[in-house]
């Protein structure tokens, strides 16, 4: 009889950890991924050769120095939540750290819906006038493409935007 008891006592203990699990168990996998520390967008900037005028193409294009783009990223409102301009290098190639950025709502403020990248402005005066190209006047959205910076006490994840261009004011008119 005191055997039948214990059997029925296990069996009841069996079946209430069954029935809440989170009681006897940790389940990692509710558990979201921690956040980055930093966002970075990274991309090109060009100057659109003239025998190229009105399309996206960005054959025979040369990269601008020193062209000045903006990175821009509304939270899930509409909100401004981020702006800050940046500056291309020697190679027209631009880094922008996002310093300051934050995600609100996980997924609904995430870098990919919210934020773009749009011209500025360029430093050469032949080739100051803003194009469309990958929709860098209205604002280029990011791209991921499953890169990350590791380093001490650092991890950041990589985004895409562009190739951006700017396009030349007077571009000669061709007669076939």
Partial sequence: MASRSLLIF???????????????????????????????????????????????????????????ISVICKDHKGQVSFYKSFVTDVKGYFYAQLDGFKIGQHLLDHPLHGCKVKLV??????????????????GAPLRYEDKRLWGRNYEAVVYAAGPLAFRPSNCPTTHS
């Fill in 121 to 138: 402005s360029s430093p050469l005066e032949k080739c100051s006038e803003l194009s469309n190209v990958n929709y860098g006047l209205y």
């Fill in 10 to 68: 296990i069996s009841s203990l069996l079946l209430i950890s069954l029935s809440f699990p989170s009681a006897t168990a940790t389940d990692y996998s509710l558990k979201t991924p921690e956040q980055p520390d930093h966002v970075v967008v990274e991309g090109v900037v060009y100057c659109q050769s003239c025998d190229h005028y009105g399309t996206w193409s960005l054959t025979e294009a040369e990269p601008i120095p020193s062209a000045k």
